[in-house]
């Protein structure tokens, strides 16, 4: 399960910096560039994963047993 939330949160955060970069015309190359709207989608999106990267290492921490 840890992995999992690992892996999760890895992608969430990777998804989010390019979806703020696409939009702020920094990484062009799709519909998204230069699009403020998916800056703002992408800063949830990468807070979300920075979410699920505190909780994956939460449990790590609580469970000191399992690995």
């Avoid at 939330?5 to 955060?13: H, K, N, P, Q």
């Amino acid at each position: 399960m840890k992995v999992f939330l690992y892996i999760l949160a890895f992608s969430l955060l990777t998804m989010g910096i390019i979806w703020i970069l696409q939009g702020i015309n920094v990484l062009p190359g799709s519909f998204m560039t230069g699009q403020i709207v998916w800056a703002r989608r992408g800063t949830v999106v990468a807070l979300s994963g920075l979410a699920v990267l505190a909780i994956a290492l939460w449990k790590t921490r609580t469970s000191p047993g399992k690995s």
